[in-house]
């Protein structure tokens, strides 16, 4: 085995360095295009999130809207029947007048006579 003198052992030692750095700054090269990539899909991700929640509300607040439509529509369904209802009991309560006055009448009628 040959023994290397002193200066050859640094040289080898910095050309090892050298490669060693150089692979550093690859790998630190390739990392921060990994990164750069990962924020754009990052970035993607949450604009494909953020226009799914938008697209959420608008169909949730159109369903919302489709239900109170249709519960005032029952509403006013039930408002109504219950409006004719007492229009119907007030004017049997107007003929029930009527026929008792005239009952009244008839009985006072039959009275003086």
Known sequence: ???L????RIAAQE???????CELALLRQHMDARFVSVDAQFASMRQYVDSGLVQ???TMQLT???EIAKAVAQ???KID???AQSDRNHRWSIGLQFSILAAILAVLARGLV
């Open 75 to 77: 509403l006013s369904e």
């Open 64 to 66: 919302v809207q489709v």
């Open 56 to 58: 959420l509300k608008l």
């Open 5 to 8: 003198t002193q200066e050859e």
């Open 15 to 21: 050309k090892a360095m050298d490669v060693v750095n």
């Open 81 to 83: 029947a219950v409006k």
């Open 1 to 3: 085995m040959e023994q």
